[in-house]
């Protein structure tokens, strides 16, 4: 491995490659000499998560985004968070492809992460990945993750903005959606808006989003094509009000706040659980009950 | 409340008043005097799991069970884990019906737990909901969850014997299935097997579990039509054939050692989180970055 100050020094130095060994340094658990040298650069990047169902056109989406930051001559980077299970590799394999045609844009870093662990959810070094970009002066970042797992709960905490994108006739109707996934929308994307069953599944949402409270920001809905570009613009002017909407309020220390608090909470659970689990299989005593159990292994933490 | 002392007498004496106000005092955080008292008592029962996308017919195969489980004159505990999500609880509540033929039945006991937390994980009561029923004398429980969250994974954790259900030309394929339900199934059932689609679903399977490393146990594939019964007789006796395999390999002791081990690790967990979340709510520092202050709010612990 590169040593951390040469490291350092192609990261200073805008070179990619440093972005990416950065990355790689922080999955492979070495975050926290990085962060203590980057952490005050960031602060900087707009954050953009992207959930959804599989099939709904996520990568798709996140090109056309890609492609209308460009536009604005913005930096972007595009953090692809992969479930683990063995069935989707074909598919996310095959959605990756989409974004092919920003490989060779030196103003794109796009970087593929597997989720940590057999629940799916965003690995403590996307986070991460997260910070290493904005330090690294991406003006935007993209996370997308595919709705599996808890990954697109854990989404709304990294980001600033969070898209949920749906698709129209899928037969997933709403009510099928998992707990969680809607209340954590800042704007909706039904995508494959020219879909004979769109404006239904638009109705839907606005029933769906009548039940829901929400707070000063109600969620706003794009209809998006996003082969053709059809509504990329509007989804764009939804980021930015939004944006605009967290700076004026002030909710944007808020979010900052809960998306360091986040990262806080995931890297000590993980040591906390790590000795939890070491402590657990060293205790051989099955003959209390699990309360008793749990009781003792606490007083001797 | 009931004082312990008169809700362990309605206990002991047999009454589904009392085992239904353990559960309830489990519920509200009071498991612990209870488990004191009556965890000895359990480890009699047949726990079954049963998961699988919403609409797959669950509620319907429930009953089914339910119904054939009777038929061999074995008492019955039912426990259905809802998500917390508003959107599912019309067609829960429906579901829900299906079950009614057996309210009248004092041999079977239904009882509805909430999933805890907006992640809809199966909650640390339903732990305590099993192991009540178990002392309580129940011969079989079925533990049923909707597949959402990280729920039908944590059921994996508590169950014996984990039926995953899932439904021909639903739209969903097996590639959309969220990472690790395939590799929990002990049995999978392909409900709503007179559907023309029925036999792709059960080749699609098949090919599945190639891919899948599986131990000593190869899940059993058991195809149901459950709202009229058929397929029900050889569903249960995939169940007997999977309990038989844990006895006479031994795997029971390491599944039941699992379950103890999952739940003193819930409730260990849960007082860790709760006090992680005040201490960094009490962490005004947000000039370090997350490591560093990670690293200082466990040194304070």
């Known amino acids: 491995m590169l040593s951390l100050e040469n490291l350092l020094v192609e990261f200073d130095a805008g070179r990619p490659r440093g972005l990416a060994r950065a990355i790689t340094r922080a ?10 040298s980057l952490y005050a650069r960031t602060g900087r990047a707009l954050t953009i998560g992207l959930t959804g169902p599989p099939g709904v056109g996520k990568s798709t989406l996140t090109s056309a985004l890609v492609k209308k930051a460009r536009s604005l001559d913005k930096s972007v980077g595009v953090i692809s968070v992969d479930p683990s299970s063995p069935f989707s590799h074909g598919a996310l394999l095959g959605d990756r492809i989409r974004l092919t045609e920003h490989f060779v844009d030196p103003k794109v870093f796009i970087r593929s992460m597997a989720a940590r662990g ?8 996307t986070g ?17 993750t595919v709705g599996v797992g808890q990954s697109e709960i854990e989404i709304a905490e990294l980001a600033q903005s969070t898209l949920v994108a749906l698709q129209p006739g899928s037969g997933d109707s709403i009510q099928v959606l998992k707990a969680g996934i809607m209340e954590i929308a800042d704007i909706f994307v039904v995508n494959k808006a020219d ?8 109705r839907e949402i606005r029933s769906m989003m009548e039940i829901l409270q929400y707070g000063a920001w109600v969620p706003e809905l794009a209809m998006t094509q996003a082969l053709e570009g059809t509504g990329i613009d509007e989804l ?26 986040h990262q806080v909470r995931q890297l000590a659970l993980g040591k ?3 000795r939890l689990d070491a402590a657990i299989a060293a205790h051989p005593d099955l003959s209390i009950d699990p309360y008793a159990a ?8």
């Open 118 to 125: 057999h629940l799916g959810g965003v690995s403590g070094a």
């Open 128 to 144: 991460d990945a997260v910070l290493l970009m904005d330090a690294f002066g991406l003006d935007v970042i993209i996370v997308e």
């Open 272 to 274: 906390l659980q790590h």
């Open 294 to 301: 749990s009781e003792r292994i606490l007083a001797e933490f």
């Open 195 to 202: 879909h004979p069953m769109a404006n239904q599944l638009k």
């Open 236 to 261: 764009w002017s939804a980021i930015e009000r939004h944006r605009a909407y967290l700076f004026e309020s002030g909710e944007i220390v808020r979010k900052r706040r809960a998306a360091f608090d």
């Open 27 to 36: 999955e492979s658990g070495d975050g926290a000499s990085l962060m203590r």
